[in-house]
């Protein structure tokens, strides 16, 4: 569990705080995505969790414990923290790079051995232990941030738009995979980004930053379909409502209307849905697992 508590931050000699009197509570095992537009302080508020910035006011409670009254560098050896350039140690082999918080830590070479390829195999790179991070693409260098995150198994992850340099095909199916393992192993998280699709599929909950302050802080649904001013509803773009389809499987509108042409899979959303119908020019296509999506459905979906 992650709890702000009126978080400020007011740099000395600016003229306001950069982040204003911030509360929310991020629970045990979810994810919250922090969005906003460039400037309004979201990675201050990630960087006050693990006192890489100290708070100017406020309380920043980690599963239960005061972060602010321990050290900051035991303190941040429980907390994985993803950023963008991932900054790996361009000299040391990936598996020295992972290895860094568990050599803090003072863990026996085995033990550390065995996290490391236990790690590499989880974000899907066995075999890279010996590899240098000049010789990985963008995508594989940001698995090894992660599995880095996650050697000393925190119980708490900071995330700074840590998709950033992935290009946009690989980029999706990096998301879900991190995701996907991140709830598997049930680690609390606080990810910034500033693209609303993403912060919709990587949070369980959607924290809106204007200005330092706090707008809104719902489940990406609740948001998508209530956005609590016109700053927020612009911000999430006047195509929230297909956004907001993305959020849901087609096969949770499956009926038995006919369908024909190829299925979706199972993964598929009714935004991918609503899209093949508009390729295909029909009212309905088939799942892979039986049954079909009508035109209905999906507008049925979006109302509601
Ligand atoms: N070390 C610093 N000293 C003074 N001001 C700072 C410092 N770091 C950030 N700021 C200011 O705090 C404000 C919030 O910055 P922050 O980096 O948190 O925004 P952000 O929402 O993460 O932006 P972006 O999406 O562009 O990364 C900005 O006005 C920035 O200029």
Redesign the pocket.
Known sequence: MIRLEGLT?H????AKA??ADISLEVPEGTSCALI????????????MVNRL?EPSAGRVWIGGEDALRQDPIQLRRRIGYVIQEVGLFPHRSVAENVATVPVLLGWDAARIKARVAEVLELVGLPGFADRRPYQLSGGERQRVGVARALAGDPPVLLM??PFGAVDPLRRRQLQDEVLKLLRELGKTVLV?T?DVSEAMRLGDAVAI?RE?ALLQHASPAELLAHPATGFVADFLGTDRALTRLGLFLAASMRGEAAATGAALPPEATLRDALSEMLARGTRAVPLAEGGSVILEAVLEKAAT
């Open positions: 931050k740099w000395p000699g600016a950069s982040v906003g537009p460039s400037g309004c302080g979201k990675t201050t508020t990630l960087r910035v700074d738009e910034v500033h930053l330092g």
